[in-house]
């Protein structure tokens, strides 16, 4: 079945630092890919996606994510944290079955910033 | 922002009670999803719509119906509701092919008790 994994639950960097958070998904055909963050208490707010092309793709906030085909892996970037980056991320995938698709999303990794 | 607009946004419900969930568009996108969001699960989908009248189940669509009896309206109904249905519930919308960016409305947090 198809699947995203994240493998960080929670991650911790200093404000500054350069972060990356890991994403990898399951899916035979080649995959749209997204990256979505979502603050306390709001929705889902769409940083950043893949469909086809370049493999590093860049997004709002500094963000970038580069397409590893050979990895399955579509990794979140950003050289310099600010405090305000301290958010849940979500790695999703669209999965096709027939003319439909729908949105499968890893379970999130918790960011938290420190001074 | 997309115009979806999610209702009631907050509601505390008995047990065995029915609950209907409505979600709003105003951006004639095809697809409408709803997911529910628990810690440690990240959003799981109930069912999506990918028509009018043209739905499907996701991952975790038991205990749930849907209906989309025009463009934009989606409505998620729990029959009966349960304590195990308590989660923070997300409506989304996209279109298909290349357009299959899904855009978020603000939750709905569903407590039963």
């Known amino acids: 079945a198809q699947s995203v994994t994240q493998p960080d639950i929670h991650i911790t960097v200093s404000e500054g630092a350069s972060l990356e958070l890991r994403c990898n998904y399951s899916?035979?055909?080649?995959?749209?890919l997204f990256w979505y963050v979502q603050s306390p208490g709001q929705g889902l707010q769409l940083l950043l996606k893949?469909?086809?092309?370049?493999?590093l793709v860049q997004g709002i906030k500094g963000f970038e994510a580069e397409f590893k085909r050979s990895q399955s892996s579509f990794n979140l970037r950003k050289p310099s944290v600010h405090w305000s980056d301290a958010a849940e991320y979500f790695c999703?995938?669209?999965?096709?079955?027939?003319?439909?698709?729908?949105?499968?999303f890893g379970k999130g990794t918790k960011l938290s910033v420190k001074p | 922002d997309a115009g979806i607009t999610q209702s009631p946004r907050h509601k505390v419900t008995e047990t065995g009670t029915p609950v209907t969930l409505r979600c709003h568009q105003t951006?004639?996108?095809?697809?409408m999803y709803w997911y529910r969001q628990d810690p440690g699960h990240g959003l799981r989908l109930i069912h999506y719509?990918?028509?009018?009248?043209?739905?499907d189940k996701g991952e975790v669509s038991d205990g749930y119906s849907v209906s989309r009896s025009k463009t934009e309206d989606f409505l998620l109904t729990l029959e009966s509701a349960t304590s195990s249905q308590t989660s923070v519930y997300f409506c989304?919308?996209?279109?298909?092919?290349?357009?299959?960016?899904?855009?978020f409305g603000q939750g709905t947090r569903l407590t039963v008790v």
């Open positions: 899916y035979g055909a080649t995959p749209y």
């Open positions: 989304a919308i996209g279109g298909t092919g290349r357009n299959t960016e899904a855009f």
């Open positions: 719509s990918y028509g009018v009248k043209d739905t």
């Open positions: 999703a995938v669209v999965v096709y079955g027939g003319s439909q698709g729908n949105l499968i």
């Open positions: 893949y469909f086809s092309g370049d493999t």
């Open positions: 951006e004639n996108h095809r697809y």
